[in-house]
Nanobody
Framework: QVQLVESGGGLVQAGGSLRLSCAAS????????MGWFRQAPGKEREFVAA???????NYADSVKGRFTISRDNAKNTVYLQMNSLKPEDTAVYYC??????????????WGQGTQVTVSS
């Protein structure tokens, strides 16, 4: 059974940093893209960042220069380092595994989400 478990969320002041982790189990994901999405209350789930099996990365314009996605295939884990956080980054963050892309539909497996709250 495939399982993705996020961790690292929490409450942080604006300008602070958090590092999210997503550990995958149930199969080897080294050949798949891994991504992060977020969903704020009343809004649709949106793309944040993705990393291909080869290590190429892609970011939403809103997080470029502030967030960094990385992966450790030996640990089946993807990370999201978030710096210079803003109140508008407040959301539930989800990791996902699937094909390369920015759309929700190209990802097959999802974690349960971790809350990130940025206070002003």
């Amino acid at each position: 059974q495939v399982q993705l478990v996020e961790s690292g969320g929490g409450l942080v002041q604006a300008g602070g940093s958090l590092r999210l982790s997503c550990a995958a189990s149930g199969r080897t994901f080294s050949q798949y893209a891994m991504g992060w999405f977020r969903q704020a209350p009343g809004k649709e789930r949106e793309f944040v960042a993705a990393i291909t099996s080869g290590g190429s990365t892609n970011y939403a314009d809103s997080v470029k220069g502030r967030f960094t996605i990385s992966r450790d295939n030996a640990k089946n884990t993807v990370y999201l380092q978030m710096n210079s956080l803003k109140p508008e980054d407040t959301a539930v963050y989800y990791c996902a595994v699937g094909a390369t892309g920015t759309g929700v539909s190209v990802y097959d497996y999802w974690g349960q989400g971790t809350q990130v709250t940025v206070s002003s």
